[in-house]
């Protein structure tokens, strides 16, 4: 990242956290300025994973400032990511793909597409919904968030409930009773069938640990999250000013700034794949169109998570810019 950027109107936190990201960056090799100087055209196909380990590289735009994928042809590859993403037999990239999918905003075929995550074999995903579609206030989605309160999965019946609670809808009330009052007696409610059931889940320590780790790791990456085995990934991780650098990238979002967008595309190299996915979303904020030529090689990121990050962006800079 450029040395000399600052943040004018951030708080004494986000300089540090800024700070951090730039600390981290500096023990990144540097570009060559032949490489740099040398703009390359992006195919209408994926793009060429990475060798693990590095970072991808950033395409830069023609010399005409035009994007060299259309509109048309970037929303469409932008979706075939995210279907396949939703299409994957790993449970924690379904579950990323439905995170990423709740940042392209209250779109039909967003919300429908998360929906389609409440009736996942797995309960992993089946919660990313749940919470994804509360984070939107996707009031549509209510009567199906009400279902959920029935799910087989403590952890899926609670995030429901705080949902609706979000929403107005006070249908998970007894659920949050019963954590609260141990072993006393409280009515079932409008839970229909199953808080009976599961009365020793909801007050054994280890299911209310891992129900405050998942909310933990929530508010440890922003609304949207990236989800506990994301959290995990961080903890192994060696560079430990990756978490500074995500969370700024993530603040960065709403500064409309030469500077600040500049730093974000440079943050797209970075050597954490949490800290370009991060910065890919910020930039569907309030991207122009010429980033989606940015962000087009990212659809064939060496991580998945980056690439349904991207296209999600893509995704939300098309359909703003088309309105």
């Known amino acids: 990242m450029r040395t000399g950027f600052r943040l004018a109107t951030g708080t004494g936190m986000l300089v540090l956290l800024v700070f951090c990201g730039w600390a981290g960056a500096q023990q990144q090799p540097e570009a060559s300025p032949s490489a740099a100087a040398q703009p390359k055209a992006v195919s209408a196909g994926p793009a060429v994973p990475a060798k693990a380990g590095s970072a991808p590289s950033v395409v830069a735009a023609t010399s005409s400032g035009a994007p060299v994928f259309s509109p048309s042809a970037a929303n469409r590859k932008a979706w075939e990511r995210l279907t396949d993403g939703l299409a994957e037999k790993n449970y924690d990239r379904r579950a990323q793909t439905i995170l ?115 909310q933990a790791a929530g ?14 990934d961080l903890a192994k991780d060696k560079d430990k ?15 409309t700034s030469d500077d600040a967008r ?45 690439r349904y990050r991207a296209a999600a962006a893509m995704i939300r800079v098309i359909s703003h810019r088309a309105s």
């Open 100 to 214: 990423a999918l709740g940042t392209i905003g209250l779109r039909g075929d967003a919300v429908s597409r998360i929906e389609g995550g409440l009736n996942d074999k797995d309960a992993a995903v089946r919660q990313a919904a749940v919470e994804v579609l509360g984070t939107m206030q996707s009031r549509g989605s209510i009567p199906k968030l009400q279902s959920a309160l029935d799910d087989h999965s403590v952890l899926v019946r609670f995030a429901a409930a705080r949902a609706l609670w979000t929403m107005g809808d006070r249908s998970g009330q007894d659920l949050f009773l019963e954590v609260l009052e141990g072993d006393h007696k409280v009515s079932t409610g409008l839970v229909s069938g199953g808080l009976h059931t599961v009365h020793e889940d909801l007050h054994d320590p280890k299911v209310l640990a891992e129900l405050g780790s998942e």
């Open 219 to 232: 508010a440890f990456l922003g609304p949207a999250g990236f989800g506990v085995t994301a959290a995990i």
């Open 262 to 306: 500049e730093v974000l595309r440079e943050a797209l190299q970075d050597k954490s794949w949490i800290v370009r996915a991060a910065a890919a979303e910020a930039l569907g904020v309030h991207g122009s169109l010429n980033d989606i030529e940015t962000l087009a090689p990212l659809l064939g990121d060496q991580e998945k998570k980056v």
């Open 241 to 255: 000013a990756a978490p500074a650098r995500a969370i700024s990238a993530r603040l960065l979002a709403d500064d």
